[in-house]
């Protein structure tokens, strides 16, 4: 097992100009990471292959995997000529992944932002198809390279855990998994110890957060917090600072025997780098602990 963070974690120092990528490798290894997971906001690798050459590099010097590439998608295209090009457009990314040396990807099937009725069962059957389909073109493509790809529970329309079983079921491809978020079950209000204890036999990369939670009714006020599909209040945390059992699910975990990669992610108020340090350092102690 071992512990490291995404890039999106560091997503204010990245985005404000403190820290480039490169900076982020270092920044890492420096506090403990053992494996970075690439999520290009903040910076950008597809259009840039010097720079992602340089992040491999980077990487092998600073002695740090890098362990996945995670990215949003969208399969649920109105016409063939759309879908087509999303396709054309995955494939690069894919490509990209290969060209750093990577074996492991993430990527959305459907648009992150949704209308409400797009968060139904009706919308999700609707769109299966399409789903399917296109998940099926990029996991066959990226087979060439060794390469897994997964879906994430994540973006409200393919998040519950039987929702991911179901996508996972119709793809029918080996090297087709999920990367299991233990948090993000909480958007769609799912209990995240089912959550995880329901789709760990799937998950191939393991993402660890934290949440604070207020009911619908409980308008905590000022703050970032966002609504889950049912309307209650999320904020993100600094991983053993929320409310999720992390206790409980790292028990689950270690006694399903996963011992692969986990990636800590950080999305809450407090300055991210520090708050980083510490969601590593909290988790790796109460991965002992368990």
């Known amino acids: 097992m071992k512990i490291g963070l995404s890039t999106y974690s560091l997503l204010g ?4 100009g403190e820290m480039t990528v490169l900076d982020a490798i270092t920044w890492i290894a420096e506090n403990g990471g053992e494996h970075m997971e690439i999520v290009p906001y903040g910076f950008t690798l597809v259009d840039n292959p010097e720079l992602a050459d340089a992040v491999r590099e980077k990487a092998k010097e600073a002695g740090i995997e890098l362990s996945n590439y995670s990215m949003p998608a969208n399969f649920v295209q109105p016409d063939e000529a759309s879908f087509e090009a999303e396709m054309a457009r995955m494939k690069e990314h894919v490509d990209l992944v290969h060209r750093l ?8 099937v459907t ?3 949704i209308e409400k009725e797009q968060m139904t069962i009706a919308w999700f059957e609707e769109s299966l198809p399409l789903i399917v ?16 790809t997964t879906i994430e529970n994540h973006g409200f329309s393919v ?11 119709a793809v029918d491809r ?10 993000n079950f909480m958007c769609v209000d799912e209990n995240p110890v089912i959550g995880v204890m329901k789709n760990l036999p799937y998950a191939s990369l393991v993402h660890f957060k934290d949440f604070y939670f207020r ?9 970032d917090w966002f609504r889950t599909s049912n309307g209650n209040y999320l904020r993100g945390a600094i991983v053993g600072h929320g409310e999720i059992p992390l206790r409980r699910i790292i028990k689950l975990i270690k006694g399903y025997g996963y011992d692969g990669n986990i990636t800590v992610e950080f999305e809450g108020m407090e300055e991210c780098k520090s708050a980083s340090r510490i969601a590593m350092d909290n988790l790796r102690a109460l991965w002992q602990e368990a």
Do not use: C, W
């Not at 120092?13 to 404000?16: I, V």
């Not at 998040?159 to 079921?169: G, H, N």
């Open 133 to 148: 389909k296109g998940s099926r073109i990029i996991a066959d493509y990226a087979a060439q390279y060794g390469i897994t």
């Open 174 to 183: 080996p090297n087709f998994k999920t990367t299991l978020d233990v948090g």
């Open 159 to 169: 998040q519950a855990s039987d929702r991911v079983q179901r996508v996972l079921q």
């Open 111 to 113: 648009a992150f932002t």
């Open 215 to 223: 009911s619908f009714d409980e308008n905590p006020g000022g703050g």
């Open 13 to 16: 120092a990245l985005k404000s």
């Open 101 to 108: 040396g990577m074996k492991h990807m993430r990527h959305d």
